[in-house]
């Protein structure tokens, strides 16, 4: 009589099939592993914005600013231009940006180096924003204090 086969009884054919199928699921898995932590760490795009390629120096008339104790700034500007933003940069932003900025700052805070590093830090914050990124530096052209 022939021996009926049971679910645990299985042929070496049948039994390097089965193995050779799950060898290979194996394989494919870690391939598509390997590939997105490939793709993650040399492909996958930074998410920062490339850094702004410097275009023209727009140079702004001199404009007196009153300062506290009635003394005054005569300040000069030259605007770093982004290459988006043209040759062309209105500067009556700056200079409205300038004038609230500097507006009513005292002589003797003005004449420290530190002092107006900052200040110029500041006005370059504040000119990124009204421009929208087509100017990224600021320039001091002219700065006397009487």
């Known amino acids: 009589m022939a021996k009926k ?10 039994e390097a099939a089965g193995g050779g199928k799950k ?3 194996v394989v494919v898995l870690v391939v598509a592993l390997l590939a997105g932590a490939g793709y ?19 140079k702004l008339d001199p404009i007196q600013i009153n300062l506290a104790d009635s003394h005054y700034l005569k300040v000069g500007l030259a605007l770093q231009a982004t290459k988006k933003a043209g040759e062309e940069v209105d500067g009556s932003k700056a200079l409205d940006q300038t004038i609230a900025l500097f507006s009513g700052k005292s002589m003797s805070q003005l004449s420290r ?21 087509e100017v990224m530096g600021v320039y001091f052209t002219d700065f006397v204090t009487q």
């Open 40 to 58: 993650w760490f040399f492909l996958k795009p930074s998410g920062k914005p490339a850094p702004p390629v410097a275009g023209a120096v727009v």
């Open 5 to 14: 086969k049971t679910p645990t009884d299985v042929t070496e054919g049948e």
């Open 113 to 133: 180096p530190a002092y107006r590093s900052k200040m110029k830090k500041e006005l370059e914050h504040h000119l990124d924003k009204a421009y929208e990124g």
């Open 23 to 25: 060898k290979l699921v």
